[in-house]
């Protein structure tokens, strides 16, 4: 009950900060320069009909006067429409999140068992060979820019080899996961190196824990030691590194969705600043604060799952 | 057994989705330029100008060699005194299966000339649109319009359905929009792709000879060529220069350079110093080796440009010049002017950056400090329009052969954009603006658009510093595909040759 309770409240608490975030969105993309309608009608659009569009769209109300009619709709649940495509921003958002979403699960799987793998191979013998070698290789991931990698691989691997595709996100589910294969791929390479510098040094030292040696002594296994006590409790602070990179992998999802021409996101947000096309900005800026405070809570429920010292 | 019997439909789902994925009699282009309406009075940009033309047809059409020849319209009369144009119109039927009348006409060429028309321009000296009979349609002028055939086939000048859009407004050109053109809207996905398929009811029997057309938006360059080279794509608009050697030289894709009417100019503005001075802008004309900047630009596969308007429109002056690279010179022109050292502020979008260096390096080589500054496009504008701007390097096309538009556009002071914002404002150039627009003898007009270009280059209106072509990628997979110099895709006439 006291759990149900915890997510309650803390998705009470998400409400202001969602506000907050819509406050500061409107004012920033306020106080940028630059007219959505020229933007969209073109070089040598009339300056008459700019103006009388405008006007159709209530953009030349007060600033404090259009940001409360967006309140006002949005606690309706409207988030408006594009002023681009003259959309409702929920269609644009429902069709280009799905796919970052996709794309973010999709690095998350794979990058989570050469993780844990890989964690474990180092911190069994700290600076043996294997932990050198995944540390030079470590490095390197983490050296390479993601836009570069992700440029290389969808000329090797796409254009050279054919293998896979290099750009698009296709039908169906299996076309999804052929698709955004090296999309993933490529952000996977800078994400694991992270996690496993965090993993192997807290695995390391949870192995030095006089726990372990108590345990040892009264004659359990290395092994389920090591998977019953030293892995659990090693696994928390990564946990929470691995919430942050997943809010991150949000945002960041447009370096390679505009490398491999996928319509997510990333791609939606990055056009529609460029375009001053408000309320998708808006709407889209929104959709990531959620999704971020729901990985949060989530990583926090996990976190009491794993351990139970820590209560919700 | 058992598993086998599992992998099998698996596996051959697979394949039978790959099969559709490169779907057969469909061309596929990846462009940097998105579509963002579908209603061809909306917008101005090339990506709406690009799909207008597939899905709306025209009284007149234009071939892919820039000639007129009947679209829509049959035949056409024009009066003694040229204020009276009268289209005779063929059966034609839009996609819905309902008649296109005279009625549809005379609603879309008004519609385009009205308040809510994004370029009503071509058709300021219309009085009136209207439908005589069921197949009957009269244009009457105010005053007589050299260039009003072609205008007829402009790309806003689309014919769209009165009842439609009279019953559904704005919504009439949504995914469902009721078309005219070879094609019509089988998918809309905004931000993302335009999937058109062929129109059935369109007037022109046997074409379009593919079944249908996937226009992707591609913004990033590099992802376009990849595509390209991957097989992914059939055509990569606006191929970035230093890459296209790299796709002429894979198997299957040809980059023939189409012929544009893009001009690619640095636009100084003519109401704030140092640039107001007729000298300052020869000294910077002088400095800029303008045949090393298009060779280095483009890969040598621009022509330098000597005329305020591209080279590729009617009554071209090929004999007026800019003053020619003369660093000393120029260095001279400063010292007299007491201007040596005198800073100057480039604005520029990205994109532009090595254009800019180019510029910068040779400016400021004979004395000029330059200092480039790099603003998004909205920003951009907002600069250029509120004339908070130095110069700033840039270009343009023209969506017809006739120069009009393009004087009015660029040159003219009192045409609605005081030349392209840069606020030069010649009264010689303004009267010969409306003058040739009204005379129909050819040599007069051409006479006037030579004086026009002649004022303009004397004056340095605008530097001129190159004529592009579009470097535009195709697969050997299709043929007959070409982007006209008014920035339509010849798509109705392209064939599928190879897999």
Known sequence: MSTLKYICWRLLMALPVLLGVSVVTFVLMAATPGDPIRLLAGARADADMIALVRERYGLDEPILKQYFIYLKNLVQGDLGNSLRYRQPVADLIA?????????????????????????????????????????????????????????????FFG????????????????????????????????????????????????????????????????????????FPNSVLPTLNLFAVIVAYLLGGSVIVETVYAVPGMGNLMVDSILARDYFVVQGATLVFALTTMLVMLAVDLLSTVIDPRITA | ??????????????????????????????????????????AAAAGNIEAYGQLYTHLLRQNADGSLEPGLAESWTISDDKLVYQFELRDAKFSDGSTITAEDVAFSLTRAGGENSAYPAPFASISEVKAVDEDTVQIILTKPSAPLLAYTAIFNAGIVSKDDVEARGEDAFDANAVTSGPFTVQDWKPNDRLTLKANPHYWREGYPKIAGVDLIEVTDNNARSTMMLAGEIDVSRDVPWPQVDELNAADNISIPLDESTVIVILLPNHTAAPFDNLNIRKAAAMALNREAVAKVATQGRAQVANSTLPNALSYYAEDVQPPAYDPDGARALLEAEDAVGTEIELLIVPGRQELATLYKAQWDAVGFNTIVEVVDGGLWWDRVLGGEYQVTATWWYNETEDPDLAVR?????????????????????????????????????????HEIQRISVDELAQIPIYYPPHPNAYSSRISGLTLTPSLQWTLEETEIVGD
């Open chain 2, 1 to 42: 057994m058992l598993k086998l019997s599992y992998i099998l439909p698996g596996a051959a789902a697979v394949v039978l989705s790959a099969g559709v994925a490169c779907a057969d009699n469909i061309v596929r282009i990846a462009s940097p330029y998105k579509v963002t309406s579908l209603d061809p009075i909306s």
């Open chain 2, 409 to 449: 556009w660029a040159l003219c002071g009192t045409c609605g954009n005081r030349s392209y914002y840069t606020n030069y404002n010649n009264e010689r150039i303004n009267e010969l603006t409306d003058a040739a627009l009204h005379e129909q003898d050819e040599e007069k007009r051409a006479a006037m658009y």
């Open chain 1, 159 to 230: 254009a050279q080899l054919g293998w896979f595709p290099v750009s698009g996100y296709g039908e169906t589910f299996s076309e999804h996961m052929w698709h955004l294969f090296l999309p993933a791929l490529s952000t996977m390479i800078w994400v694991v190196p992270i996690l496993v510098r965090n993993l192997r040094a807290a695995l390391l030292d949870e192995m030095n824990r006089d726990y372990v040696q108590a345990g040892l002594s009264k004659g359990l296994g290395r092994k389920q030691v090591f998977r019953t006590h030293v």
């Open chain 1, 95 to 155: 069709r280009h999140y799905p796919v970052t979403l996709f794309l973010v699960i999709y690095t998350v799987v794979l990058t989570l068992p050469p993780v844990v793998f890989l964690s474990v191979l180092s911190a069994r013998k700290p600076n043996g060979v294997a932990d050198q070698v995944i540390r030079v290789i470590g490095v390197l991931g983490l050296a390479v820019p993601v836009f570069w990698l992700a440029l290389l691989f969808a000329r």
